[in-house]
Nanobody, 125 residues
Framework: QLQLVESGGGLVQPGGSLRLSCAASGFTLDAYAIGWFRQAPGKEREGVSCISSSGRTTNYADSVKGRFTISRDNAKNTVTLQMNDLKPEDTGIYYC??????????????????WGQGTQVTVSS
């Protein structure tokens, strides 16, 4: 069974950091682009950051550039999203997804086939 499992979410104060991990079981991630998407209450899901299968291409939403870093370790079959200087507007459920989007549409959610269950991130004082 193909599965993606997110971990690392939680409650953090503004300015704090969290490190989200996405682990795969039942398949290897090295053939897939991985995306992190989030959905805040009352808002549409948005792409946060995505990384190509090779790791050579990354995309970031403008709102997280300079604060978030995506990386992958294909040997460990995991992808990590390091989130620094968190803001209340970063609050939401964060999902990782695996797919084979074209590079020019790397962070388009409809191009992703496999999705995790999500992990809650809450930024609040």
């Amino acid at each position: 069974q193909l599965q993606l499992v997110e971990s690392g979410g939680g409650l953090v104060q503004p300015g704090g950091s969290l490190r989200l991990s996405c682990a795969a079981s039942g398949f290897t991630l090295d053939a897939y682009a991985i995306g992190w998407f989030r959905q805040a209450p009352g808002k549409e899901r948005e792409g946060v950051s995505c990384i190509s299968s090779s790791g050579r291409t990354t995309n970031y939403a403008d709102s997280v550039k300079g604060r978030f870093t995506i990386s992958r370790d294909n040997a460990k079959n995991t992808v990590t999203l390091q989130m620094n200087d968190l803001k209340p507007e970063d609050t939401g459920i964060y999902y990782c997804a695996a797919g084979k989007p074209p590079l020019f549409r790397l962070c388009v959610s409809s191009k992703y086939e496999y999705w995790g269950q999500g992990t809650q991130v809450t930024v609040s004082s």
